[in-house]
């Protein structure tokens, strides 16, 4: 069974500080997702990446948030000055090619905690 | 913006009985997918729905997809234990862009 990894499953910061998440998706996938869920609260979408860019964003992903694909296998998330609001568990997704039988399959990682004082 | 709504929020369920939860999206979909997460887990993958009026069974798992693609439920039949989890729909409306989420409907099961 393929799996997506992230890294870190817990950070702690301050308020104000920068925080880069990190998410290793399925190796022959495409698509990729970023995810939030506050404690208790359903699963939000922030931002899809497709072909090294963005596809689509959610109005939470605003100018605090950006996503890289900095080499062939990571994909992270930088907030870049983390505010109380941010705390939630992050979540990474990947998603097969087109024309692949599992395609439709959205991969979730097990997420990072993120918790900001 | 599109909205995904689902009902109920809680059941609560003695082992054996059936268990229903329906979504509802405010605008027509390209796809529904649903997906069940552990209390302290990953929202893990369990179907995707394509077509209008589509069903789909997973052995006491039934998905269905509406004839508008804006509604869908998931039954489960003879509910055990292990069914114990939030069960959340998620809709798609252009393939690879965005999926909204329903609030979910966290089922218990009583021994």
């Known amino acids: 069974e393929p799996e997506v990894t992230q890294t870190p499953s817990h950070q702690v910061t301050q308020m104000g500080q920068e925080v880069i998440l990190r998410c290793v998706p399925i190796?022959?996938?495409?698509?990729f997702y970023w995810y939030r869920q506050i404690l208790g609260q359903k699963v939000e979408f922030l931002v899809s990446?497709?072909?090294?860019?963005?596809?689509?964003k959610s109005e939470i992903f605003d100018d605090q948030f950006s996503v890289e694909r900095p080499d062939g296998s990571n994909f992270t998330l930088k907030i870049r000055s983390t505010k109380l609001e941010d705390s939630a568990m992050y979540f990474c997704?990947?998603?097969?090619?087109?024309?692949?039988?599992?395609?439709?399959?959205?991969?979730f990682g097990p997420g990072t905690r993120l918790t900001v004082l | 913006g599109q909205q995904v709504m689902q009902i109920p929020q809680y059941q609560h369920v003695q082992e054996g009985e059936d268990f229903t939860t329906y979504c509802n999206s405010s605008?027509?979909?390209?796809?529904i997918q649903w997906y069940k997460q552990r209390p302290g887990g990953h929202p893990v993958f369990l179907i995707q729905?394509?077509?209008?009026?589509e069903v789909k069974k997973q052995k006491r798992l039934t998905f269905q997809f509406g004839e508008a693609k804006k509604n869908s439920s998931l039954h489960i039949t003879a509910t055990q234990t292990t069914d114990v989890g939030t069960y959340f729909c998620?809709?798609?409306?252009?393939?690879?862009?965005?999926?909204?989420f329903g609030p979910g409907t966290r089922l218990s099961v009583l021994p």
């Open positions: 997704a990947s998603r097969g090619p087109l024309l692949a039988e599992t395609t439709d399959t959205q991969y």
């Open positions: 190796s022959n996938h495409l698509y």
């Open positions: 990446f497709y072909n090294n860019e963005i596809s689509e």
């Open positions: 605008t027509t979909l390209s796809n």
């Open positions: 729905l394509v077509k209008s009026g």
């Open positions: 998620a809709g798609e409306n252009n393939y690879g862009q965005n999926f909204v």
